[in-house]
T-cell receptor, first 113, second 112 residues
Framework: EAGVAQSPRYKIIEKRQSVAFWCNPI?????LYWYQQILGQGPKLLIQ????????DSQLPKDRFSAERLKGVDSTLKIQPAKLEDSAVYLC???????????FGPGTRLLVL | GENVEQHPSTLSVQEGDSAVIKCTYS??????FPWYKQELGKGPQLIID?????GEKKDQRIAVTLNKTAKHFSLHITETQPEDSAVYFC???????????FGTGTKLQVIP
């Protein structure tokens, strides 16, 4: 069974530029999560989707971050414009449903200069 | 919201010794407590989890204990091996849509 796929794996941009990350969850998984992991910290949930609907986006900085999950499968996370403090690893995870085991992708490492 | 504290932040043990990592949580409604292992350059991987209707769960060399009254839970790794070296995260889920809040991580180093 293929795991959660993410791309790109690494991205370096300058502040005020925009960037987008892509996630392909495990086939059949209804729930998709985006986390931000700053160096030395645990992952912090940014947004949770159930199929193509948003369940929780309370910690998403909506003035600069946006996410969508069209057709309830793949998802993209966008940052526009990026700030220095956005430098982090962005992790995507999926689970069969809410409350079930989450499976993480390898993450996208973002460096904002 | 939920707050999860994790200790210690770093832990070094000799190969074959045991390692214990402790976490506390704040929300008494939390009912699901997973533990994740994260190796360098990889995403977290679930290693064991426990739900609030049990006090202890074992899986080979790994065990987790839960004290709901005190709101703390612990990870125990016995007979540690060099491949156990990684960062370990505890987490708690606050019910409802099962939003998971992670601890700050413990970097475990197993010395051969």
């Amino acid at each position: 069974e293929a795991g959660v796929a993410q791309s790109p794996r690494y991205k370096i941009i300058e502040k005020r530029q925009s960037v987008a990350f892509w996630c392909n969850p495990i086939s059949g998984h209804a729930t998709l999560y985006w986390y931000q992991q700053i160096l030395g910290q645990g992952p912090k949930l940014l947004i949770q989707f159930q199929n193509n609907g948003v369940v929780d986006d309370s910690q998403l900085p909506k003035d600069r971050f946006s996410a969508e999950r069209l057709k309830g499968v793949d998802s993209t996370l966008k940052i526009q414009p990026a700030k220095l403090e956005d430098s982090a690893v962005y992790l995507c995870a999926s689970s069969p449903g809410t409350g079930e085991t989450q499976y993480f992708g390898p993450g996208t490492r973002l460096l904002v200069l | 919201g939920e707050n999860v504290e994790q200790h210690p932040s770093t832990l070094s043990v000799q190969e074959g010794d045991s390692a214990v990592i402790k976490c506390t949580y704040s929300d008494s409604a939390s009912n699901y407590f997973p533990w994740y292992k994260q190796e360098l350059g990889k995403g977290p991987q679930l290693i064991i989890d426990i739900r609030s209707n049990v006090g202890e769960k074992k899986d080979q060399r790994i065990a987790v204990t839960l004290n709901k009254t005190a709101k703390h839970f612990s990870l125990h790794i016995t007979e540690t091996q060099p491949e156990d070296s990684a960062v370990y995260f505890c987490a708690a889920s606050d019910g409802g849509y099962q939003k998971v809040t992670f601890g700050t991580g413990t970097k475990l180093q197993v010395i051969p």
